[in-house]
């Protein structure tokens, strides 16, 4: 059976009548806004940081704060949404900027719980730029929290990840931090 026709199946089931006008094309709406909003799965890390690693002799802290992300959370399918700070202490290569936005997406555009999407994210920049140092901080807030459950609108989660230098190290972990508040 196809996405489209299981879209087709739960509206019948949830009551709706699937000839109503409104509803005629949503099955085919639908199923192509999942593919979309799923498609992390068809993505790799070498697909979407695309050779862009660069020589640099910068040791500093490089990071790229407030990057949108949007995900399904995998226990309701709802939609959760936030920003990502991700910074890391190059150890001989840079990244390409808009790369490490790819990276935040390709992992959030996959059925996720926030806390995984963190690490997932920190240890693919580890992977890619063999950093000395990577930290990730993920705020976003929740539609299974807001719109069903608890009902709590003003909600918000915050996870964090820190690898190597990041970790082993308080002060370069409150250089992070102080400068994603």
Do not use: W
């Amino acid at each position: 059976m196809s996405l489209e026709q299981h879209y087709t199946a739960i509206l019948g089931q949830l009551g709706e009548d699937v000839n109503r006008e409104g509803l005629l094309d949503t099955p085919k709406r639908a199923a192509k806004a999942m593919q979309y909003l799923c498609k992390g799965y068809q993505q790799t890390l070498e697909e979407v940081t695309n050779g862009a690693l660069f020589s640099s002799d910068n040791s500093e802290m490089v990071l790229v704060k407030n990057i949108e992300l949007y995900s399904l959370c995998e226990h309701h399918m709802l939609p959760f949404i936030g920003k990502a700070h991700v910074a890391y202490l190059p150890n001989g290569k840079v990244l390409g900027l808009s790369k490490v936005a790819r990276i935040v997406d390709m992992y959030a555009r996959r059925l996720q719980i926030q806390e995984n999407l963190t690490r997932e994210i920190a240890e693919a920049m580890q992977q890619v730029t063999g950093a000395s140092g990577v930290a990730v901080v993920i705020e976003a807030q929740h539609m299974c929290m807001m719109m069903r459950g608890v009902e709590k609108q003003n909600s918000s989660m915050v996870t964090s990840v820190m690898l190597g230098q990041f970790r082993d190290n308080a002060a370069t972990r409150s250089e992070f931090l102080g400068l994603v508040k």
